[in-house]
């Protein structure tokens, strides 16, 4: 079984080979969800203009890779999207979804942090986003399938 540890801890701290952030549709073009801030702070405040240069909407089930820029230990970004969220709400399907979307797109990769909004009760009273690690097991320790 895959193990998940869901953190507030800072998302440059965390240890992975991607991070995983959300980009939404809005009524402008797409804009990123709570919680890239890191990666567009990396990207010089121009991460959303790189996405919409290859065309990235923040429509539900689009996926975009990017190698990421110097300032960020992991290395690779990968851009997910969450579909229409007015004023930042975003629903827990459209998000579960995106982890879904994160996770078969970087299938095989040991570990990934996904920096998505997250609306709970526990944590919107302090945050407005909430990162989560997931470790997949590498093939020599993955269980057999069927």
């Not at 952030?21 to 919680?35: E, T």
């Not at 797109?105 to 909430?130: C, H, I, K």
């Amino acid at each position: 079984m895959t193990p998940l540890t869901v953190t507030t801890d800072p998302v440059a701290a965390l240890p992975a080979d991607c991070i995983v952030v959300g980009v939404a549709k809005g009524p402008d073009g797409p804009r990123l969800a709570p919680g890239a801030t890191v990666v567009n702070e990396a990207f010089a405040g121009r991460l959303i203009e790189f996405l919409g240069a290859l065309g990235v909407t923040g429509a539900e089930g689009e996926a975009v890779k990017l190698p990421a820029p110097a300032g960020i230990e992991l290395g690779l970004i990968l851009a997910v999207g969450l579909g229409y969220a007015p004023d930042d709400r975003y629903e827990a399907e459209a998000l579960r979804r995106a982890a879904g979307v994160a996770t078969r797109t970087l299938a095989g990769t040991e570990a990934v942090v996904l920096a998505l909004p997250a609306e709970t009760a526990e944590v919107s009273r302090r945050w407005r986003w909430v990162a989560c690690s997931v470790r997949t097991p590498s093939p020599s320790t993955a269980p057999p399938t069927r």
